[in-house]
């Protein structure tokens, strides 16, 4: 099967190098017949990705011929099925017709535009460009056509082109900034984009919205944004962790520039690895995700970073309390219209909150000690050839201390990778391609010196094709996730628990998105491969939408999820820093399978108000059938000894089912100079761990975000920015009383009468009570000054819990001592940008 997957490799290569001299040999010559030479390359590229795909599901039949050998009748179904979708789908495409291709780029910096407008006047058709700035507008007729772009901030840009039969033709769009106001033709270019996608359970964050939050300490920050998204939960400012629509932090799986992140946030729950001045956008799916996302049962979250500045060099220096940070980037190869171009960017903060807090923070909850602290090191080099195709290497080093007085957390996460987008002249199939490598470590240090750590290192690569076709598409694909996790943990009872594996996992991928009138059908296919685990998912997924008119649109997903990965925190752990990973036991009792599984299923509808502001309202439902878990209440080794004790009292892992449903309301208004979001979320959570029923401790039923955004004065200089949340209480499990507990540590012989026992405590059923309800306010001003073109000094003034609300962190039960959350922390900081 190895040769397979080397044979369709190469083969693919070898066609790739043919299509891109435009160099055919005499046999493929007398093959095309009477077939243009454009037509003939469109066929050599879609038969060679085909060969390769096949390559792909032979070799993943292979594997699971040899693990799954009683199971013939589902490979050969898995097979026929995504074979035939991927022929039936891509063949469906004409190639009679020509086609327009190309990127919209700033012409001062050559950044791309993403997510703007390219429309064909003459026909009032229109494709929204993607997160590389790319478009392309197919099957059209031969003819002389005018293009349009434009954007906020720029002036419109425009191009005749020349349509020939059977051709296509790149045209990139360069546009000028220049401030104007926003026509009517605009606001139509929008609802195309809105039309033709069916844009369930995920929300898009661009710069823009990164901008519109209060800052901690003066700069924005990923992790801050997301907890205002719907159905987003954040468990408290300290070792706080994202819970998406009821699934736990290592549901959610979390890429960087394509490369998985496995801890994204830091102990300090207000700041994430990510430098919020590099993201080019992050999309976030609350689920009912499709086929191109794999290896998770609850989320996604998909961060891409910008590339560097390709005219001029350029950085931002800031500076507050918390944190500092530096940022560089400039031209290694400079931009310039119909060339190659090539930069770089590098980005530093670090946090110092452990040695400011005693000084300037040491009132209310915060005197216990705020002792944060992180350094984040990210690189980026980028080369864009003439044609658009571009190749990106990147590298990261993140560390994280938190140091208590009891006891110390520390991880580090470094990694590095690439990816590439690859534009083969003459064809309407592009190529994305990703690999990296990571290593995550985090250690907890004690008094008592046992160990606690745990680690993952890995590599995840990818590669997939997308098909232009009219107003269509089809993407296919296959990705690879191999990882080594070793964990050692002993729990409150004095039992250790370990493991060190090995894993790997095969995806393979189809999913087609078809314009049929009013609707718009994405159905998709995936099957996960996990081989350490001798096991394959068959995974469907499908999401439609329905334009009723030009201002409503209803629409709907689902689909089958499964994954490997496991957290080493117990979803009952009420808040915990150390934050490791497992992969699957070697034998779930109960089950006659080891992965995790669920089913998702997403319904409702958009509606414009007018031109600048929007309603989104949806309803959920989650069915986690399999979910395994730390068995933080082993008490007991799983030996002969013990054969008579429960099994939830001596297995290293339990099994455990849920589902979690609900509703989430958007609203949102953006118009000029004002901007307000605002979110409800209704979820219900439930757990059983074969035993009982309980409801998790991310439970949060009510969850209301408010965010504000008025700018003025000239330049809009200033800039007020508010968010407010709300959230009903987390549920906890309450004590009933205390008693001293004896050890017995001489056995039967043991004096009860000298030996001095320790405090233990006697709770109810699990997470019986709910904690109190939590608010706060955060406001940031801030004011923008001008020195020059590229130069501006910023100044914000921000404070964190304005009103000083005493929101419940826990409750120390041997101390009977009620320890808040963070207290008002107010900030004052600047940056530079030149």
Known sequence: MLVVCKTSLYTYKKYIKILSYNRFPEQVRRLRGDLRHDEAKEILLVVAGFFF?????????????????????????????????????????????????????????????????????????????????????????????????????????????????????????????????????????????????????????????????????????????????????????????????????????VMLDGMIIYNPFHSIGLFSVFDADII?????????????????????????????????????????????????????????????????????????????????????????????????????????????????????????NANFAATDYRWTSTGAGANLMLIPEGSSTIINGTFGYSNYGIEQSEADNLPRKSSINGFNAG???????????????????????????????????????????????????????????????????????????????????????????????????????????????????????VSSPDQVNNSSYRRQTAQHAAVGFELDLGKHSEINVEGFYKNFSQIVNINRDKKYEDNDANAAKADNLKADYIVETGNSFGMDFRYKYDYKRFYFWAVYSLTYVNRNDGTRDYFPNFDRRHNINLVGTYAWGNKQSWSLNSRWNFGSGFPFTQTQGQYESISFTDGIGTDIKTQNGTLASHYTDINTGRLPYFHRLDLSLSKKLYFGEHKTM?????????????????????????????????TLGFNYTF
């Open 53 to 253: 795909l096949f390559s792909f599901y032979a070799t993943l039949i292979s594997i699971n011929c040899t693990y799954f050998y009683i199971r013939p009748r589902i490979m050969k179904k898995t097979f026929t099925a995504l074979s035939l979708l991927t022929i039936l789908f891509t063949f469906s495409a004409s190639a009679q017709n020509g086609e327009i291709r190309g990127f919209v780029y700033d012409k001062s910096t050559g950044e791309p535009i993403i997510f703007t407008n390219v429309v064909i006047k003459e026909l009032n058709l229109g494709k929204a460009t993607d997160i590389n700035g790319f478009y392309t507008i197919t099957k059209l007729k031969s003819g002389s056509y005018t293009l349009l772009c434009w954007s906020i901030g720029f002036d419109t840009a425009k191009a005749t082109v020349e349509i020939k039969s059977g051709r296509v033709i790149n045209q990139n769009l360069y546009l000028v900034q220049k401030k104007y106001e926003i026509g009517e033709v605009e606001i139509k270019g929008e609802k195309v984009k809105l039309k033709e996608n069916v844009n369930i359970s995920v929300n898009t964050i661009t710069q823009k919205e990164l901008k519109q939050l209060p800052t901690f300490g003066g700069e924005p920050d990923l992790v801050q944004y997301l907890q205002v998204l719907p159905g987003v939960v954040f468990s408290g400012d300290q070792g706080g962790q994202l819970y998406i629509r009821g699934g736990s932090p290592v549901m959610n799986k």
């Open 280 to 400: 080019r956008n992050a999309d976030v799916y609350a689920g009912g995700f499709n086929a191109q996302y794999g290896g998770r049962i609850g989320g996604i979250i998909d961060v891409n970073t910008r590339e560097g500045n390709k005219k001029r060099f350029s950085g931002k220096i800031s500076a507050n309390p918390i944190t500092a940070k530096i940022l560089l980037e400039g031209p290694i190869s400079k931009f310039s219209e119909g060339g190659a171009s090539a930069s770089y960017i590098l980005s530093y903060k670090t946090s110092y909150l452990n040695h400011t807090a005693p000084t300037l923070y040491n009132y209310g909850d915060a005197k216990r000690g705020l002792p944060y602290s992180f350094d984040d090191v990210y690189g980026k080099y980028s080369y864009i050839g003439p044609n658009g195709s571009r190749i990106n290497l990147f590298g990261f080093n993140f560390v994280d």
């Open 463 to 581: 590669l997939n094709f997308t098909y232009f076709f009219g107003k269509d598409d089809i993407k296919y694909g296959i990705d690879l996730v191999g990882f080594s996790t070793a964990f050692s943990y002993i729990n409150s009872y004095g039992r250790k628990l370990e493991q060190t594996d090995n894993t790997t996992e095969i995806g393979g991928f189809v999913k087609y998105k078809k314009v049929l009138g009013r609707f718009v059908l994405e159905p998709g296919l995936r099957v996960q491969s996990y081989s350490s685990l001798s096991e394959q998912s068959f995974e469907p997924r499908l999401g439609l939408k329905y334009n009723a008119s030009s201002h409503l649109r209803f629409k709907a997903s689902g689909g089958w999820y499964s994954q490997n990965l496991l957290a080493a925190v117990s979803d009952q752990d009420v808040v915990n820093l150390f934050y490791g990973f």
């Open 794 to 826: 910023t100044i914000t003034a921000a404070a964190t819990n304005v009103y000083d609300r005493a929101n419940i962190f826990y409750f120390d039960r041997n101390t009977h001592t009620r320890i808040n959350q963070l207290p008002i922390i107010p």
